[in-house]
């Protein structure tokens, strides 16, 4: 194995297929990545989008604080799982990262829908987050990786649809089950994934990052001329005395310190946004007056919208950069959520819920991708894991924040009020992010 690089000035060149089989290679990690993200969506989106079945569950008596709890246990597993799989990718391959995270997540939600009480629901739901928070870094270095060259943007996008989608598939599942097979059914319905887990194993390939930064050129220039992938441009590191090995301590090293920081604390906030809408936005709608069918539809267009808008922005993001596209997006969405406050006619309000989902969960998106484009090979999946995994105290507090709320009877316009809020400093925190050169910010 070859010495750990440093952190570089510039981003390796993505891949850049030219031929058939090298652009089915891109399309095919990108579809398999796009699928777990749409599992995870699928997962995280559930609880919120039976919850308020859940609440009126006799056998449970669930109050506010303990849904909140339950939401937060997935969240909590999440920070373990994205620190310690993010490192194991680096270390290990993503390929293995990835198998792993998928088929942990998958077994623990179909798990959970035998839960013979709160409390066994919240340990499953731990563990299913331990791969969630595992799966992101995992696939955001594969599909940066193989992405086609000025293409990194709108593959990542593409990918993180795939979070928004499984969202909104939840949200429709509930819809036309939850009334006649009840909440357990949409978790049992999480598990099928482990079907396509031997399949994954099969098709997905490792990254040439990794092995080249690996040591194992020789096994990177085989599996290259296979797929048809050129191999990916070695990283030089600057002159800059002693290099930092991978981990957590390269992250704080001088000329990632700043970066660090600013990524860590926009993608703090932004967790704050995404969870604690998506865990609570049915139930504050239904508070705010609307009935239950609409409430629980009103996170499927969250989340449709926010898949529609994560392609969007990337599409943008490629053309004016990503700083730019941040900041924009997260104060569109902190009005939007504003607005939530006010009464308007039901198609109006849809509209409104959309564009704060594209200013919120797409915005976050955006983010992943920067913060996946910024560092080395050699660090982005620590780099994403260990951001991701600090952030997970945010997606923590904002379902908890959400359930104090209504925990003691606080007036719905507060919900929207802290979460608008949390959209401002979320893009207010990307201005800490110096520019890289090489990498467009």
Known sequence: MTAPLAPTAAQPAPYTPVTPKGLRTSRMVTAICWFALVCEGYDLGSLGAVLPRMLVYKPWSLTPTMAGAMASAALAGAFFGGYLLGMFGDRFGRKPAFLICLTVFSAATGLAAFAASPLEFAFWRFIAGVGIGGIVPASSSLTTEFAPRGQANKAFAIMFSGYSLGIFGSAVMSYFIVLDFGWR??????????????????????????????????????????????????????????????????????????????????????????????????????????????????????????????????????????????????????????????????????????????????????????????????????????????????????????????????????????????????????????????VKG
């Not at 053309?319 to 607005?339: E, H, K, P, Q, W």
């Open 185 to 438: 059914m949409v978790f049992a319905i999480g598990a099928l994934p482990l079907l396509l887990v031997p399949i994954f194993a099969w098709l997905l390939p490792e990254s040439l990052n990794f092995l080249q930064s690996a040591g194992r050129h020789g096994t990177a220039q085989a599996l290259s001329a296979k797929l048809g992938v050129p191999m990916p441009e070695p990283e030089t590191a600057p002159d800059t005395g002693a290099e930092p090995k991978a981990g957590l301590r390269a992250l704080f090293a001088r000329g990632n310190a700043l970066a660090t920081t600013g990524f860590w604390l926009a993608t703090f906030m932004d967790m704050i946004l995404v969870y604690g809408l998506n865990t609570w936005l049915p139930e504050i709608m239904r508070a705010a007056g609307y009935d239950l069918g609409p409430s629980i539809l009103f996170l499927g267009v969250f989340a449709l919208a926010s898949a529609v808008g994560g392609v969007l922005l990337g599409a943008i993001a490629d053309r004016v950069g990503r700083r730019l596209t941040i900041i924009a997006s997260f104060t569109m969405g902190a009005v939007m959520i504003v607005l939530l406050a006010f009464p308007w006619p039901l198609p109006v309000t849809y509209a409104i819920v959309g564009l704060a989902g594209i200013g919120s969960v797409s915005a976050a998106v955006l983010v992943t991708s920067y913060l996946a484009a910024y560092f080395s090979a050699r660090l982005r999946a620590t780099a994403v894991g260990t951001c991701i995994s600090f952030s997970r105290f945010g997606a923590v507090c904002g379902p908890m924040m959400g359930a104090m709320i209504a925990q003691y009877h606080l007036p719905t316009a507060w919900n929207f009020l802290f979460f608008a809020l949390a959209a401002l400093l979320a893009g207010a925190s990307i201005l800490l992010v110096p520019p890289r050169h090489g």
